[in-house]
């Protein structure tokens, strides 16, 4: 399958090619980074630098192995507190969002593929 908003290239690398692996890691990514997702959005909204920069940490290694370092960079952006102001954290925040609500959606559809196929 084509991927527009993910690369598996590194999860692929990590695993060997072991498709039970990839499964398994994207099953993971799709268990756990919704509720990262919500509690980072709450972070932001609350004006919570420590709690974003929490949540950032645990989102970030999920964003590397998908193969968006752009994502993975704006969560180093919200983790190491680079940031102007609260509000270009928001405005990062945000960025971050809406790529990893993309990249989950593609994460999805992987999965509904890989386990048609299986």
Do not use: W
Not at 2 to 25: P, V, W
Request: aromatic share 4%; glycine share 8%.
């Amino acid at each position: 399958m084509d991927t527009k908003h993910i690369n598996l290239a590194e999860l692929r690398t990590l695993g060997h090619n072991d498709e039970t692996f990839i499964r398994r890691m994207l099953q993971t990514c799709a268990e756990q980074s919704p509720g990262l997702l919500d509690g980072l959005k709450k972070a932001t909204e609350e004006n919570d630098t420590g709690a974003a920069a929490a949540c950032a940490h645990r989102l970030r290694p999920t964003f590397h192995y998908l193969g968006r370092s752009d994502l993975s960079e704006l969560l180093r952006a919200i983790e190491d507190g680079t940031f102007r102001d609260i509000d270009e954290m928001k405005t990062i925040s945000q960025r971050f969002l809406d790529g990893a609500g993309r990249a989950l959606g593609e994460v999805s559809e992987v999965l509904r593929m890989m386990n048609a196929s299986s």
